[in-house]
């Protein structure tokens, strides 16, 4: 399975891409990127513990015949992500759509709080996606200044969950 700093970067050189969908079956697993309306999807699956004779290549995109999207209910976002961001924060953004979780189960405590310090290798949340919980690290030295969405909110690739004040 590809790690998830490989799947950050598959994410951006597609979204700076004129690619409309990307297919990847590589290692077990299986990761499907499709660009709605300016929206990114993305699915990674786990595909089943069967012995394969060899890996998929990739499928180039497909002309298809568009249809007028509908707009799919969501939540609404967070009021504190637009508020206006003091630029000499870091962002930690997530990395997926996906459902933040603030601590690994419903009785365990948060991995960080407001005026936590935290490393690089930190881990300071978990995105949901597909049944898959991927753990999200902090990338940079510093104090959590503000959490910027709730546990358990629906979340959009890139879209900040925390600001860190760098050391």
Not at 16 to 37: C, H, M, P, R, V
Not at 54 to 72: D, S
Not at 105 to 130: L, N, Q, R
């Amino acid at each position: 399975m590809l790690k998830i700093q490989e799947i950050r970067e598959i994410i951006k050189l597609i979204d700076q891409s004129s690619i409309q969908k990307f297919s990847l079956e590589s290692d077990g697993g299986k990761i499907k990127l499709e660009k709605n309306g300016g929206q990114a999807v993305t699915t990674v699956t786990e595909a089943p513990q069967t012995p394969q004779a060899a890996p998929a290549p990739v499928q180039a995109p497909v002309e298809t015949a568009t249809v007028a999207p509908t707009p799919a209910p969501e939540a609404p976002a967070a009021p504190a992500a637009e508020v206006a961001i003091d630029e000499t924060l870091h962002k930690i953004t997530s990395p997926m759509v996906g459902t933040f979780y603030k601590a690994s189960s419903p009785d365990a405590e948060a991995y960080v709080k407001t005026g936590d310090k935290v490393t690089a290798e930190s881990i300071v949340c978990i995105v949901e996606a597909m049944k898959l919980f991927n753990e999200i690290e902090s990338e940079v030295h510093g104090e959590i200044v503000e959490i910027l969405v709730q546990d358990g909110q629906l979340v959009e690739y890139g879209q900040p969950l925390f600001l860190v004040r760098e050391n």
